[in-house]
């Protein structure tokens, strides 16, 4: 009985054994076996320049992100299928190069790039493998605008972004630093960059005066006291035309003035003129109403005495002197209505 029972017990333990033993043949081996190589390759501040060739297609992540981990698999499977495409996949962490990111202002993770021949363009759709391969075989990348001008990562102004995302990363590792491997508080590190910014503010200061300094070059002693004797002869004669200009204008003035009251005093004297002519006027028919009236009151002369009368005020007309037109008028105009009178008189 006690055989019996060891029999059963002894091949559990012998096929245990040899599970066992199997397992640790398999560790083995895959422990041998090298590493799968990654076809991603990683792309630095020393060696980005190669996108500038060719097709590539360019991954900004970190390794804290969590949507970046979930798009590595299938990064990993776009960059197998590369030779296939004709294209080159490369990755940059933001966190180790900090220039790159500021060079293609990146400001999200994960982001993407297509470079073709140095030509730029982001691409916004998601990481997958099936989105990523119809993008390069359906070339829908040439529906999307390019980054042109000062967005480009080859311009100048981003060569300057790059340096100030560089100059940033270098702050924040030396702060870590300062935090996390020598434990100094927070408020310290703060309060040291601070000073560090002003010394180093009062420095490039001091260089740029003592820049400016060194390439100015001061004009000779005789030369400038010439140069104040010019500016002073240039005021001196300015202040003299202006003077002459003011001059001018007050003697224009006084001129326009004076042409204004004599024309002023002409106008005057001709409507004077003319109201002396208007009363004279104005009185010649008066008075010749009122020798009609008196002709008429007066009895009528006989016709030899009228004629006699006549004869000699046509005597005593012919010696007068010339008349003006308007008394020689009424004359006339009183000569007729005598004459009417005298030929209404015998017939009466």
Not at 180 to 192: D, E, I, K, M, R
Not at 228 to 257: A, W
Request: charged share 30%.
């Amino acid at each position: 009985m006690a055989g019996g029972r060891r029999g059963p017990l002894f091949a559990a333990l012998l096929a245990a054994w040899v599970v066992a033993v199997a397992e640790a043949e398999a560790d083995l081996e895959q422990a041998a076996l090298p590493p799968e190589r990654s076809l991603v390759r990683p792309m630095t501040a020393s060696n980005w320049t190669l996108v500038m060739e060719g097709e590539w297609m360019l991954k900004f992540y970190a390794p804290w992100c969590p949507s970046c981990q979930q798009t590595d698999s299938e990064w990993e499977t776009f960059a197998k299928n590369g030779e296939i495409l004709q294209i080159s996949v490369g990755k940059v962490d933001v966190i180790q190069e900090p220039g790159l990111s500021g060079r293609f202002f990146v400001t999200t993770l994960p982001a993407f790039f297509h470079a073709k021949d140095g030509i730029f363009r982001r691409y916004r759709g998601p990481g997958v493998y099936e989105d990523l391969q119809n993008y390069i075989l359906e070339k829908k990348w040439q529906s999307v605008e390019p980054l042109t001008g000062w967005k480009s990562p080859a311009s100048l102004t981003m060569s300057g972004m790059a340096g100030l995302f560089s100059i940033s990363g270098k702050i924040w590792h030396l702060h870590n630093y300062f935090t996390v491997t020598l434990g100094v508080p927070a408020w310290c590190s703060y309060f040291f960059f601070v000073i560090a910014t002003l010394i180093f503010g009062l420095l490039m200061g001091l260089v740029l005066v003592v820049i400016s300094e060194c390439f100015y070059l001061p004009l000779p002693r005789n030369l400038s006291e010439h140069s104040e004797q010019n500016l002073r002869s240039e005021e001196v004669h300015l202040t003299e035309q202006l003077q002459d200009v003011e001059e001018e204008k007050d003697d224009s003035n006084e001129e326009e003035n004076k042409d204004s009251l004599v024309d002023d005093e002409d106008e005057k004297e001709d409507l004077g003129y003319e109201e002396e002519a208007e009363e004279e006027e104005e009185d010649g028919p008066a008075a010749g109403g009122d020798e009609e009236k008196s002709d008429a009151r007066d009895p009528e002369p006989p016709r030899e005495a009228r004629e006699d009368e006549g004869s000699s005020e046509v005597g005593d007309d012919s010696l007068e002197q010339p008349r003006p037109a308007g008394t020689e008028a009424l004359g006339d105009s009183l000569r007729q209505r005598r004459s009417q009178h005298a030929d209404k008189g015998p017939s009466a």
